[in-house]
């Protein structure tokens, strides 16, 4: 078996026994979405004519609680666990790429627990709090590619977050700063649509809009087929560009590397 697949195969399976954690995760999400929901609901009671309706607000908060554990929003905290202790010297020594092995690590480590929270509230949202699902299924298969190639997108910036340790030694800097940003300019906070239209051309460049703003336009059925494959053209550029960043990164860091300790 291909020595990456294994890898993936491996590190989902054992994240996947996370039940606990996962029930956790999803009745966090719950409450966060209900919270957000009525917020909005009051927000949409007082403002005027806006370019999301409310039903569709309503779809764009649950879609981002589905796959809030895709989002990059940490190192790899095993990573960071041998560069302290030098146990790093270990994994220089493996006989496979560095970089693909940290990029797949990051993207069973994205995708495993987004698995176990995403049906359930998928379920519970679209049974009592208003997620409605697609009437055309192509729309719901194009979200489903969308999401795997902000999976994708969100492997490669973690892999980048993970190489910054090698740098910094710590990384806790990069976790205090990128989440919010993420955060931020993905839509999980404000949906990108109700940004001023001034900053929508900006909004669309960044990497971010590509996990939860393009994909939710693809599930409401508002993308040409023309526009799909610019979204998932967008993707794919910012995954090279991620990637040879990090791998140029990476090469630099292991030229330089001190192990501490070990």
């Known amino acids: 078996m291909n020595p990456y697949l294994s890898i993936v195969l491996t590190r989902v399976k054992m994240l996947l026994q996370y039940r606990v954690a996962a029930l956790a995760g999803i009745s966090t999400q719950l409450f966060w979405g209900l919270i957000r929901v009525m917020i909005f609901g009051a927000f949409y009671e007082k403002s005027g004519n806006q370019t999301l309706t409310f ?26 666990a041998m560069v302290r202790s030098g146990n790093i ?26 698995l176990l929270r995403s049906f359930p509230i998928f379920l519970i ?30 492997a490669s910036i973690s892999a980048i977050l993970s190489i910054s340790v090698l740098f910094t030694l710590n990384g806790d800097g990069v976790t205090k700063l990128f989440p919010a940003v993420a955060y931020i300019f993905s839509g999980m906070i404000v949906p990108l649509p109700l940004f001023p239209e001034s900053w929508q051309l900006f909004l669309k460049a960044l990497p971010f809009s590509a996990f939860l703003d393009a994909p939710f336009k693809i599930y409401i059925g508002k993308v040409s087929n023309d526009e799909f494959l610019s979204i998932l053209a967008h993707q794919a550029a910012w995954v090279l560009f991620f990637v040879f960043t990090g791998k140029f990164l990476l090469n630099r860091a292991v030229r330089r590397i001190t192990v501490q300790g070990g």
């Open 89 to 114: 010297a270990y994994e220089l020594s493996r006989p496979i790429d560095l970089y693909w092995f940290w990029f797949f690590r990051a993207f069973a480590t994205r995708a495993a627990p987004t």
């Open 125 to 154: 949202a679209g049974l009592f709090f208003g997620l409605k699902i697609p009437s055309d299924f192509s729309h719901l298969l194009g979200w489903l590619i969308a999401t795997l190639g902000g999976l994708a997108l969100s």
């Open 55 to 80: 039903s569709e607000c309503v779809i764009y908060i649950w879609l981002g609680q589905a796959i809030f554990a895709m989002f990059p929003w940490y190192p790899d905290h095993e990573i960071q």
